[in-house]
């Protein structure tokens, strides 16, 4: 008689050991280890009738040069924004992950897509589901694609541990996939995590799936962005936008106007970045608040940019430009719950810091679009062309940027705003408040 294998599973990571430690050595969590029963006694079942139905994809080897990227043809979605993230559109056979915090709009977004999608079949499988169900839904229905929510609740009888517990995840997920090359059927699988991504499922799928798609945003504003974090088919630097409203997620095509519309104009503390985010620009508002220390040690508190940014922007500032601000605290947002990476931003984030520091306003039809070096130089940032073209067409007037921008890329732009070239910290305060 042979006794019941099992191993200990980190259910944050994957990792795998074969006895209980309080901290997980691969990614630091601390009690995440669970007991799972490993199985080899039962083989997962293959999905045999559906491969007989549409035939199997033959896998034979091919010359590079015959391989054309382009013509894996692709199921175009009535979502503008998902076709966009996704690159295109789905690719048939791909296998997609929705991951996100629970109650942020996912289960809604796939919903939208189901019930908009025309002249294809969609199985929605939602709630706890086993594997030989939803193998009998498949058969019959024959959907064009098929839609899991979520991988946390499905489970299979070959494998003994409970759903959602790594082992589950992974070889469903893996069942999952043989199903999506096999029939050439698109899969999305959404998965919930928690705020600090530590429950398990996203994050043990992700080296399996073709894309992994990021739905964010914060559950009191209305906007969500969904992000691709890594996708075999197209770029990961898109993203997609939308707004939450009773009736459903709506596509926000022209973001500029959006998160610009509730300005004040005559407050000091904000200014207007131009970022670029995938192929589009955008105008987002940065606000500062800059106000002298209750207690001994200075607050500083950032929302949708990196807090260590902001550290390293004020040592500039205070070193450079002789700025007192270590007996401040420092208060930075971006308006509209946005989160943004790109370093272009920079330059809003130190002008809207300097206005609230001063008390002045900064003009309201001048926006920024700049990365700050450490020793105060402002670089010059891509594709500044296109984001002087956003700022012109929403009706700004001035535009402030690099000295070291190419000039050919900004000639045919100057007609339309006028445009301030600085090279220095302290050139953008004279140009400013001087
Ligand atoms: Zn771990």
Known sequence: MSKVKTSFYCQSCGAQSPKWIGKCPSCGTWNSYVEEIVSTAVQPNEWKSAEKKKGEKANKAQLIGDINPDNSPRIVLPDQELNRVLGGGLVPGSLVLLGGEPGIGKSTLLLQLAVQLKGQRVLYISGEESEQQIRLQVEQVEPGLLIIDSIQTLYSSSYESAPGTVTQIRGCAGELLRFAKETSTPVILVGHITKDGNIAGPKVLEHMVDTVLQFE??????????RSVKNRFGSTAELGIYEMQGTGLKEVPNPSQVLLSQRDLTLSGTAVACTMEGLRPFLIE??????????GTPQRSATGVDLRRLNMLLAVLEKRCGFRLAAKDVFLNIAGGIRVEDPATDLAVISAILSSAEDI????????????????????VNRIDQRIRE????????????????????????????VVKVSKVEEVFQGLFG
């Open 217 to 226: 945003g914060d559950r009191h504003y209305i906007y969500r962005i969904l």
């Open 286 to 295: 940065t606000q500062a608040l800059v106000s002298t220390a209750v207690y």
């Open 361 to 380: 306003p900064v003009d309201a039809h001048t926006c920024f679009a700049g990365e700050v070096g450490l020793t105060g130089e402002i670089r010059p």
């Open 391 to 418: 700022a012109a067409r929403l009706g700004f007037n001035t535009i402030y940027i690099s000295r070291y921008n190419l000039q050919d890329e900004i000639i045919k732009a100057e007609k339309e705003i006028n």
